[in-house]
């Protein structure tokens, strides 16, 4: 038998709630750290499967990142490794958007905190496995000390911090370029390796977190109440 949850969030209050943690810079500059993580896993997943040797994933207090592969340094394994970064955070974003949907809130926290612990045998400094650490104890906390409310509302926060902090370092990176500060930029190389302008590989990026924004808005934004999910009666 199931019992009902009480305390109910409306899923737009949410929402509106994790668009203000991501548009204000105060919030932004701590929570980017995992769009970060994200981004890097993106690389460092594609670079592998893809044929290439991960050598390792550095994240900075700044919350830059650098994925480091050994491979052919021209060719569709570099290609698709530098293109994966920005699309892996939306992706990532609906995939946990449909899970929570789905009401499989624990799977897809319990998931996030397996793939973080696997990340960490690729991180080579200090402050990469803090980040990767602390995010992941977080995640274990909600699971292990939340209420059904309290974990459904954190699992649709991090849903919409992937779909939203998709879309935002997009804009971040199109003013560095405009002024001319991110020569080294994944849309840069991008250019350099293929002769395909970086806007146009920023245009790409743009259509398929946007489009995946919208896709995992629909299925967050039509949750039940949350007094509708349910938690397992022992005994």
Request: charged share 10%; proline share 4%; glycine share 12%.
């Amino acid at each position: 038998m199931l019992t009902n949850v009480s305390g109910a969030v409306p899923a737009s209050v949410v929402a509106l709630l994790a668009l203000v943690l991501v548009g204000y810079r105060g919030t932004w500059r701590v929570l980017r750290n995992v769009v970060t993580i994200a981004h890097e896993a993106g690389h460092a997943l594609v670079a592998l499967l893809s044929g290439r040797r991960l050598n390792g994933i550095r994240l900075h207090s700044d919350t830059s990142g650098l994925t480091v592969s050994t491979g052919p340094a021209r060719g569709p394994g570099m290609v698709l490794t530098l293109f994966a970064g920005y699309p892996a955070v939306s992706l990532l974003g609906a995939v946990a958007a449909w899970t929570v949907s789905a009401e499989h809130v624990e799977v897809m926290l319990w998931t996030a905190v397996g793939a973080l612990a696997l990340l960490l045998i690729a991180l080579r400094n200090l402050y990469g496995v803090l980040s990767v650490v602390l995010t992941g104890l977080a995640l274990a906390a909600v699971i292990r000390w939340g209420t059904p409310p309290v974990t459904v509302v954190c699992a649709e926060l991090l849903s919409w911090l992937l779909l939203l902090g998709g879309v935002r370092p997009l804009f971040e990176l199109s003013g560095k370029r405009r002024r001319g500060r991110a020569s080294d930029s994944d849309a840069d190389q991008l250019a350099r390796l293929t002769g395909v302008a970086g806007g146009v590989w920023m245009a790409v990026w743009f259509v398929i977190s946007v489009g995946l924004l919208v896709l995992g808005a629909r299925w967050l934004l039509d949750l039940p109440p949350l007094a509708e999910f349910s938690a397992p009666v022992s005994g």
